[in-house]
């Protein structure tokens, strides 16, 4: 038999610690309202920004395509597994971000690792901020290249950080766009401007930006209107505010061709359904034509941060549908979220490793199907929290 007391030791501090995670059930579909265990529970802590996950013109496109093209993929997109649907979209979203090209992935997770390993190699250097998603992390740890990490958003120490860069070492500097626990912006102008002082590359990951920011929803890089030289290599994610499945890199040619020969998770892993990629079709074109979806997320932050000024609540710099509130340790959170939901709301407790230690909060994401009367509900649970 094989020897696991040690996993049982881990998973027991893990409770003791008030980490130990667990899964809810849920038998609904994605929206406002959640049903889980037969109740039904009013929904802050989906990435589904702009409720397109259930739009039934992105359900009848994926049910047109299933029809056309059944469901699975069958293979890699280097064996046979590139469809129509996938290579529509790639164009689609070429156009979107303003790139050359575009190359699909199967997660967000997967391109991050994928692509900092194929531009990046033993002897280059990458530099990442502080509070990176996990799949940035692990990419840069995973490419071989040397591994630094200054400190959140701090252009000085990032500054320091690269003093010692040889003239012919390759370079990355890695960044969120729109940071995915603490909901503020990286300092794209100045980070794109030491990144071209310094010939490195700059890595833009924002998943939580794409639908919600820029004048056609194509996130932070539009609306600080980065163009391709500026930020060359452009990663977004499509199960977030797009409300479907899989993730991209935006970026020139050469970077894309490059990705396509040496991307080891790109070549080596199934196609995402082409049914799926047909979908995100459909709901590309609601991101880029429902501004409203945008004006409406931004009145509801807006609603949401003067009433929780108004109950002393401390919120972070954010402007965007992520709203944390920071409350301590890791027992703080859990009963927080659990007074919440006992009331029927449903708000994640966002615990370490995700978050610093000492910084468990309560992530608070908004829809645009969200109501002002939602908000409200929220804001006068939130007072009644126990202090
Ligand atoms: C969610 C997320 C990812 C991972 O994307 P998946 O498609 O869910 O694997 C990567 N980066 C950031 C910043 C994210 O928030």
């Known amino acids: 038999m094989v020897k696991q007391n040690n996993l049982l030791a881990t998973l027991d501090e893990l409770k003791q610690a008030n980490l130990y995670r667990t899964r809810r059930i849920i038998d609904s579909a994605q929206g406002v309202y959640l049903r889980v265990d037969g109740r039904k529970l009013l929904n802050f802590c989906s990435n589904d ?9 992105v359900i009848e496109s994926f049910k047109q395509a299933v029809d056309k093209y059944g469901v699975g993929s069958g293979s890699a997109h280097l064996v046979c597994g590139h469809g129509y649907e996938h290579h529509a979209l790639e164009e689609e979203l070429a156009d979107f ?32 901020d502080k509070l990176n998603h996990a799949s940035l992390l692990d990419g840069g740890l995973l490419s071989g290249a040397k591994f630094k990490r200054y400190l959140h958003n701090d252009m000085h120490n990032l500054q320091a950080k690269m003093h010692g860069l040889m003239p012919d070492q390759q370079a990355m500097i890695v960044t969120d766009g729109v940071f995915s626990m603490d909901g503020d912006y990286a300092p794209l102008e100045a980070l794109s401007e030491l990144a071209q002082q310094q010939g490195a590359y700059l890595m833009v990951d924002d998943a939580h930006g794409f639908g919600g920011l820029g004048a056609t929803g194509a996130g932070l890089v539009e609306q600080c209107q980065l163009n391709q030289q ?45 049914a799926i990629a047909a979908a995100t079709r459909t709901s590309l074109q609601f991101v880029i034509n429902d501004s409203w ?25 954010s402007e965007s549908a992520i709203q ?14 659990e007074h919440l939901l006992q009331q029927g709301l449903w708000v994640s407790a966002i615990r370490p490793p ?5 910084s468990a909060r309560l992530r608070i994401t908004f829809s645009a199907q969200h109501t002002e009367q939602h908000i409200d509900q929220l804001l006068c649970a939130l007072e009644g929290l126990p202090a």
Not at 49 to 57: R, V
Not at 325 to 336: E, F, H, K
């Open 293 to 317: 979806r945008r004006d409406k997320l931004k009145m509801l932050v807006q609603r949401f941060q003067t009433g929780a000024r108004q109950i002393g609540l401390d919120l972070m710099p």
């Open 324 to 337: 944390p509130i920071v409350l301590g340790n890791s027992l703080q959170a859990l009963q927080a979220s």
């Open 49 to 57: 920004y702009l409720g397109l996950a259930n739009h039934p013109q």
């Open 354 to 358: 995700t978050v610093p230690e000492g």
């Open 230 to 274: 500026q930020v060359p290599v452009l990663v977004g994610t499509l199960g977030k505010a797009f409300g479907t499945s899989g993730a991209f890199v935006a970026g020139s040619e050469v970077i894309i061709e490059t990705l396509i020969q040496k991307a080891r998770t790109y070549i080596y892993t199934t196609a995402l359904p082409p």
């Open 97 to 128: 971000t303003g790139r050359e090209r575009v190359l699909l992935f199967s997660t967000g997770y997967m391109a991050n690792l994928g692509v900092i390993a194929a531009l990046m190699g033993k002897g280059g250097v990458v530099y990442e």
